[in-house]
């Protein structure tokens, strides 16, 4: 079992920045595959970005050269900066870990879930 606590979501004006943090419980973080997630009112969760099984980084189009997605192995930790945000990211951001294999950004390859934390972009 895997337990992720995400912090550092809150509310900032259009144009800022934010970094996420997301600390896992697991020692084999390494191993796995780990992503970000967001899912807005109304909407269904949407892959972000992610660090693949064979250490591949992926991003959603929207956030390219905006997000960085970053792991501190040493720390279990999983970061996600966000700079120029933008009214459209606002949504609760989940982190993932997955430990079977599948493309990772999928949402079906992810085992484990935080609990979310909430970015609001104001225009």
């Known amino acids: 079992q895997v337990q992720l606590v995400e912090s550092g979501g809150g509310l900032v004006q259009a144009g800022g920045s934010l970094r996420l943090s997301c600390a896992a419980s697991?020692?084999?973080?390494?191993?796995?595959?780990t992503g970000w997630f967001r899912q807005a009112p109304g909407k269904e969760r949407e892959f972000v970005a992610a660090i693949a099984w064979n250490g591949n980084i992926l991003y959603r189009d929207s956030v390219k050269g905006r997000f960085t997605i970053s792991r501190d192995n040493a720390k279990n930790t999983l970061y996600l900066q966000m700079n120029n945000l933008k009214p459209e990211d606002t949504a609760v951001y989940y982190c993932a870990v997955g430990i079977r294999g599948g493309g990772a950004y999928l949402l079906g390859s992810y085992d484990y879930w935080g609990q979310g934390t909430q970015v609001t972009v104001s225009s």
């Open positions: 697991t020692r084999t973080f390494s191993s796995y595959a």
